[in-house]
């Protein structure tokens, strides 16, 4: 079975540029989640849907980040102008079930590594 | 609000010693609670998870973790470290009836040979 798969793995950009992130969860998993995570930190959410819809987008900074996801399968991340703070490692997870099922184990991508200059 | 704390942000230890990463937590509700380990340019993968039952969770790699509610912790460790087992490690939170998995700040495995 595959994983979640995330591309591009790396990117490098110059600030007030745009970019994109892509996820394909594992199949079947209706639940897929958006996390950024700073160097020596842990993950932090910053959206999670159940199958298309948004349910939790409030750690999302709309006014530079968008996120979607058609059909409920794939999801796209994208930043809006990019600034330097931006920075990071962005994680996709899916699960079977949403958070506090019982059944919400998180299976994560690499990753995308974002650097903007 | 819940919280997860990793005291330690770096552990030392020689290969074939036994381990123990702290993590404590700060949860109203009985949480559910996770140990992920993350290799350095990759994703976090699942070790072991508590949601109910037996306290004593066995996970992958020969780690165990242990589930103490009146002292809010979930510790995780393994009786022999191996060289592979230097990485990140990383215990989170949720709950039922919660919407959110919180992860703490890490600890970082340091393997001596």
């Known amino acids: 079975e595959a994983g979640v798969v995330q591309s591009p793995r790396y990117k490098i950009i110059e600030k007030k540029q745009p970019v994109a992130f892509w996820c394909n969860p594992i199949?079947?998993?209706?639940?897929l989640y958006w996390y950024l995570q700073n160097l020596g930190q842990g993950p932090e959410l910053l959206i999670r849907?159940?199958?298309?819809?948004?349910?939790?987008d409030s750690q999302l900074p709309k006014d530079r980040f968008s996120a979607e996801r058609l059909k409920g399968v794939d999801s796209t991340l994208k930043i809006q102008p990019a600034e330097l703070g931006d920075s990071a490692v962005y994680l996709c997870a899916s699960s079977l079930a949403g958070p506090g099922s019982g059944a919400n184990v998180l299976t994560f991508g690499a990753g995308s590594r974002l650097t903007v200059l | 609000a819940q919280s997860v704390t990793q005291p330690d942000i770096h552990i030392t230890v020689s290969e074939g010693a036994s381990l123990e990463l702290r993590c404590n937590y700060s949860?109203?509700?009985?949480?559910?609670l996770f140990w992920y380990v993350q290799s350095p340019g990759q994703g976090l993968q699942l070790l072991l998870k508590?949601?109910?039952?037996?306290?004593l969770v066995q996970g992958i790699k020969g780690f165990e973790a242990e589930f103490k509610r009146s002292q809010s912790s979930f510790n995780l460790r393994k009786p022999s470290v191996h060289w592979s087992d230097a990485a990140e490690y990383f215990c989170a939170v949720g709950a039922l009836g919660d919407d959110k998995i919180i992860f703490g700040k890490g600890t970082r495995l340091h393997i001596l040979p």
């Open positions: 199949s079947g998993h209706n639940t």
């Open positions: 949860y109203g509700a009985t949480p559910y």
């Open positions: 849907y159940e199958n298309e819809e948004a349910v939790d």
């Open positions: 508590y949601f109910s039952g037996d306290t």
